[in-house]
C-alpha cells in the first residue's frame, strides 16, 4: 500500500504561480510512476503530468505544457507540480495518483492508478 497526501493548494490570481506537493508513505516510492491529476466543478477528471519512476521520463497534458513543470526527489519520497502563469480554467482539485512502474499503460490513463491522494484545491482569480 501506498498512501498519498497532497499538499499547496490554494487562491492564487491568474498569472500567478503554486506549488503542489505529494507526499508518500509505505512502500518505496521509487518504484512508482507518479500522476497529477485535475477535476473541475461538473468535469470530468482530466490528465495533468506524469513522471516516471526515475524521473527521467515525463509527460503532460497540452493545456499545460510550457507552463507546469513535474519533478520528483525520490530521497524524500516527494513528487512536486510546479504551476505557472496560472489561469482561471486551472481551478480545481488537483489529486495525485500512483501506480508500479512497471504498468504499460500510457501515463495519462487514469484508471491506470492504483492509488490516490485526498485531492487539494487549487482557485485561480480573474
Known amino acids: 500500500q501506498v498512501q498519498l497526501v497532497e499538499s499547496g493548494g490554494g487562491l492564487v490570481q491568474a498569472g500567478g504561480s503554486l506549488r503542489l506537493s505529494c507526499a508518500a508513505s509505505?512502500?518505496?516510492?521509487?518504484?512508482?510512476?507518479v500522476g497529477w491529476f485535475r477535476q473541475a466543478p461538473g468535469k470530468e477528471r482530466e490528465f495533468v503530468a506524469a513522471?516516471?519512476?526515475?524521473?527521467?521520463?515525463?509527460s503532460y497534458a497540452d493545456a499545460v505544457k510550457g507552463r507546469f513543470t513535474i519533478s520528483r526527489d525520490n530521497a524524500k519520497n516527494t513528487v512536486y507540480l510546479q504551476m505557472n502563469s496560472l489561469k482561471p480554467e486551472n481551478t480545481a482539485v488537483y489529486y495525485c495518483a500512483a501506480r508500479q512502474f512497471t504498468s504499460a499503460q500510457p501515463m495519462g490513463v487514469a484508471r491506470s492508478y492504483d492509488y490516490w491522494g485526498q485531492g487539494t484545491q487549487v482557485t485561480v482569480s480573474p
Open positions: 509505505g512502500r518505496p516510492f521509487g518504484s512508482y510512476t
Open positions: 513522471i516516471s519512476w526515475s524521473g527521467g521520463r515525463s
